[in-house]
């Protein structure tokens, strides 16, 4: 059975500073998935310009929601770190498919590096098989 996320060993600031770092995205991903379940008239714009039917945004939401609790976990972090990651890649996809500025494109991929910042600094496991000097 696989064991407790291990802190930082030596560093209470390193582990406070992952836990907030790791609130940010969380607390991201939780605002875009309660926006998923309105029906306002920005969300039907937003979803028609990528493509997307709205019969889609519910579950979506959902996912999303899901995906930010999964990481917020600390048992279960690295294996929502991997879901989230996977969801903003497709977040990513979906902007660069419909020419969106860099602007969009690039807040996806800046949640993404706080997820695994967040998580690198606080689980001293984590580090020891990541090729980083912290």
Do not use: N
């Not at 969106?100 to 001293?124: E, N, Q, T």
């Amino acid at each position: 059975m696989p064991s407790e996320p291990q802190p930082a060993s030596g560093s209470k600031a390193l582990v406070w500073i992952g836990r907030i770092i790791s609130a940010l995205p969380v607390l991201a991903l939780c605002f875009s998935a309660s926006m998923k379940f309105g029906d306002s008239k920005e969300l039907q714009e937003g979803i028609a310009q990528l493509g997307f039917p709205m019969s889609v945004v519910f579950g979506l939401g959902i996912v999303e929601l899901a995906c930010a609790l999964i990481y917020a976990i600390p048992y279960t972090s690295v294996l929502g770190a991997i879901l989230v990651t996977g969801y903003l890649g497709g977040a990513v996809a979906a902007h660069v498919r419909v020419g969106d500025p860099p602007g969009k494109i690039a807040a996806p991929i800046i949640i993404g590096v706080l997820v695994w910042l967040g998580l690198v600094l606080r689980d001293a496991r984590l580090r020891s098989v990541l090729p980083l000097r912290l």
